[in-house]
């Protein structure tokens, strides 16, 4: 018996075939909305997902603005940050940074759901996120990508 025919393939930069994703998350929740481009992101959804390459495709989202949150999140959610400075801790609810900066709610949702590492910062830099139904990467192509078909 041949046992060389047996060999695992391991997708590599070069191997792996990136595609670009258009997702729209009106009336999304929040944390599903994530955890779905999250493994979008990271290539789970690929029969060749390697853990340690970055085999994902990228993924746009579009009107972040209309997302969903269940109970009471959008006032009792907080996002921390800290300035650097002694005392500098600063904190917002939900409702206040989805009027300030809505992709940011969407962004950090996803960005908390990747790797804690530099494969996790590389697979970020594949996410665009923007307010309303327009986006700037019409000449990639994306296909519409329908989260309510995909586990």
Request: one cysteine or more; charged letters at 30%.
């Amino acid at each position: 018996m041949d046992t060389l025919s047996y060999k695992t393939l391991s997708a590599n930069r070069k191997t792996v075939e990136k595609q670009w994703l258009l997702v729209d998350a009106e009336g999304e929740t929040l944390g599903r909305l994530g955890s779905k481009v999250a493994k979008l992101l990271r290539g789970k959804h690929k029969p060749d997902f390697t853990p340690h390459v970055d085999c994902g495709d990228n993924v746009i989202v579009i009107n972040a603005e209309k997302i969903h949150l269940s109970g009471n999140k959008w006032d009792d959610k907080t996002y921390l940050r800290y300035t650097g400075f002694p005392g500098g801790q600063r904190s917002a609810t939900a409702k206040e940074v989805l009027a300030k900066k809505p992709a940011a709610v969407v962004e950090r949702a996803i960005k908390g759901m990747l790797p804690k590492n530099k494969l996790g910062a590389e697979l970020f830099r594949n996410l665009k996120v923007y307010v309303g139904a327009e986006h700037n990467q019409e000449a990639q192509k994306p296909t519409v990508f329908n989260l309510k078909d995909f586990k």
